[in-house]
């Protein structure tokens, strides 16, 4: 059988258990804007404390540290104005420009924001402020998270703050060219995958994790989708490749354990689960994760669907019952 969009998408779909992360997501923009910042800067200063430094140092601020200085040296209620504008996406010159910055550099330009405000350099969160009681019961329900859960719920909320570039399109500021220094050294192992010994899926995370998008592109069809966690198919080749050159440097993915189904056709289907780590957040905490995979009797990627596991007993629970 020939592989279509949706029935890729259904691909070992029943192996896995809802997330609370959409549901998070979506309480948090419910929120109030000011109920969104505080929550923000309380998860910097206590929950995202594992943000590692060394990261910090890596995530090319270079090119954020001219906006940083210019929101440091704004009176108080300005800065706190700029950052209402990020969280309403409003359309200004420091909203558009943070649009454009990758997820790397959103984290990083909220952890010094948030470093600052502990300082009093920059407008704090004023010290009589309540939280309204669906954000206190949001902040504990984020709390409750694995840590690997927390950083995808970190990761979409400052992903999804500044103006949107999509509404307005502009030309991206020739600074930002999405790189990311990794703090370790790149491993060149040969990844085993027990359960799996097809050659595209193992070379696709050799590939990513030598931040090698051009590789790792090169192995899907033409047309091929790429799924990230509770995202709508990132379509076609070049789409892939600007999605991974902005939201995937640095990552060293650590996949586990799979199974195979190879169908009449000479297709595949595949899942495999594993842990990702990202450079913000050190070696101590990952994101469990589930990659499905349909490759096309060339070989080729069709599609690939990134999901995160609603608990870390997934990844020793990867069998559906008809394998087991």
Known sequence: MAFTLESAQAIFAETGKPSPIPGILADFNRLSLEDRLALLWYAYTETGRTITRAALGAASMALVEGM?????????????????????????????????????TKL?????????????TVAPIPANYQMSTDAQLLFESIKNLDGGQQIQVLRDIVLNMGFDPSVVPDEAPEAEDFQFERTEPVST?????????DPTPLRYFEAMNSDNFEAAVALFEPEGALQPPFQKPIVGREAIAAYMREEA??????????????????SKKLKVTGKVQTPWFGVNVAMNI?????LNPKGEIFFVAIDMLASPEELVNLRPPSYR
């Open 108 to 120: 990083g330009f909220w952890y010094q924001l948030a470093e600052w405000m502990a300082q009093g």
């Open 68 to 104: 940083l200085d210019q929101i440091k040296q704004m009176p108080p209620a300005e800065q706190t104005r700029v950052m209402f504008d990020l969280a309403r996406r409003a359309d200004t010159p420091i909203s558009r420009s943070y649009g454009y910055f990758s997820v790397n």
């Open 189 to 197: 192992e040969r990844i085993d995958v027990k359960g799996v010994d």
């Open 290 to 294: 589930a990659w499905r995979f349909a």
């Open 249 to 266: 440097q640095g990552l060293t993915m650590k996949p586990i354990e799979g199974i195979t189904e190879v169908l009449p056709d000479g």
